[in-house]
């Protein structure tokens, strides 16, 4: 029989891991979706355990998502409709969620796999922007995504969410300070690039076949200054029309491509 009880403690547990401060000290999050778990089990990461609804369970994409759920022996729960719409972060849920352990990466281990195209996201409080961000950087190839504190937090469901996928397939690791950051550089022989309206050098004429962190700031005030002094290159991507910005997601999507279409 389907969980129908809110008082039940698994389903209070679930409730909870949506707090930051719960979910980072259990050391768990949530993910909703036929896609987004999936992804997850391709990909290794460790799934413990998955909750739906039993119309989920029975429709094609339940079917496509048990397999291999069973083969690796995650546990399947029922709840009741009432109870997972209580559980879901989403406005049309789709009638499943999972519970996965977290895996922490560190800069130091980035570093040492040579990478040669990262971004780091500063101050970015949107979190489908956050998500938008880490999902191109996945897109373009780059080997890892930093986000400096005062960054939406990762584990948001829209953070997640907005990544379609993409958190599975690249380190995104969340720091602390800038001088954490100038340091991986360093460390790892990355130039830092900003982008700026008010840069001098364009996008285009900046060298990003370079091993390079492309950094994006903040929808309102973009990178801090403390920030910007400290990088190699500060460039704007040129604008003919009228519009005075750029969504923060967008414009680093468009420097992530400019480094590709260098490359290539």
Request: glycine letters at 6%; hydrophobic letters at 40%.
């Given at each position: 029989?389907?969980?129908?009880?809110?008082?039940?403690?698994?389903?209070?547990?679930?409730?909870?891991l949506?707090?930051p401060?719960?979910?980072?000290?259990?050391g768990?999050?949530?993910?909703?979706?036929?896609?987004?778990?999936?992804?997850?089990?391709?990909?290794?990461?460790?799934?413990?355990?998955?909750?739906?609804?039993?119309?989920?369970?029975?429709?094609?994409?339940?079917?496509?998502v048990?397999?291999?759920?069973?083969?690796?022996?995650?546990?399947?729960i029922?709840?009741?409709?009432?109870?997972?719409k209580?559980?879901?972060?989403?406005?049309?849920?789709?009638?499943?969620?999972?519970?996965?352990?977290?895996?922490?990466?560190?800069?130091?281990?980035?570093?040492?796999?040579n990478?040669?195209?990262?971004?780091?996201?500063d101050?970015?409080q949107?979190?489908g922007?956050v998500?938008?961000?880490?999902?191109s950087?996945?897109?373009a190839?780059?080997?890892g995504?930093?986000?400096?504190?005062?960054?939406?937090?990762?584990?948001?469901?829209?953070?997640?969410?907005?990544?379609?996928?993409?958190?599975?397939?690249?380190?995104?690791?969340?720091?602390?300070?800038?001088?954490?950051?100038?340091?991986?550089?360093?460390?790892?022989?990355?130039?830092?690039?900003?982008?700026?309206?008010?840069?001098?050098?364009?996008?285009?004429s900046?060298?990003?076949?370079?091993?390079?962190?492309?950094?994006?700031?903040s929808?309102?005030?973009?990178?801090?200054?403390?920030?910007?002094?400290?990088c190699?290159?500060?460039?704007?991507?040129?604008?003919?029309?009228?519009?005075?910005?750029?969504?923060?997601?967008?414009?680093?999507?468009?420097?992530?491509?400019?480094?590709?279409?260098?490359?290539?």
């Open positions: 029989m389907p969980v129908s009880s809110l008082q039940n403690p698994l389903v209070k547990y679930i409730s909870r949506y707090r401060r719960f979910g980072k000290k259990e768990r999050f949530i993910i909703e979706g036929s896609l987004m778990i999936s992804e997850a089990l391709h990909y290794n990461w460790p799934v413990e355990q998955i909750v739906c609804t039993p119309a989920w369970q029975e429709s094609n994409r339940g079917r496509l048990q397999e291999p759920a069973n083969a690796a022996g995650i546990e399947l029922q709840v009741s409709q009432e109870v997972f209580k559980l879901s972060a989403t406005k049309t849920p789709q009638g499943v969620l999972a519970v996965l352990r977290r895996k922490e990466k560190e800069l130091d281990q980035l570093a040492s796999e990478p040669t195209l990262v971004v780091l996201v101050r970015v949107d979190p922007n998500g938008t961000i880490i999902r950087a996945d897109a190839g780059a080997q995504v930093i986000l400096l504190k005062g960054t939406a937090d990762l584990y948001n469901p829209k953070t997640l969410r907005a990544t379609m996928g993409s958190f599975f397939h690249i380190p995104v690791i969340e720091v602390e300070s800038i001088g954490e950051a100038q340091r991986f550089t360093k460390t790892a022989g990355l130039q830092l690039v900003a982008g700026s309206p008010y840069a001098k050098q364009t996008v285009i900046c060298d990003l076949k370079t091993p390079t962190v492309i950094a994006v700031g929808e309102s005030g973009g990178c801090s200054e403390e920030l910007l002094n400290i190699d290159f500060v460039v704007n991507i040129p604008m003919p029309g009228h519009a005075e910005s750029l969504n923060a997601a967008v414009a680093v999507s468009i420097i992530l491509y400019e480094a590709v279409r260098q490359r290539f």
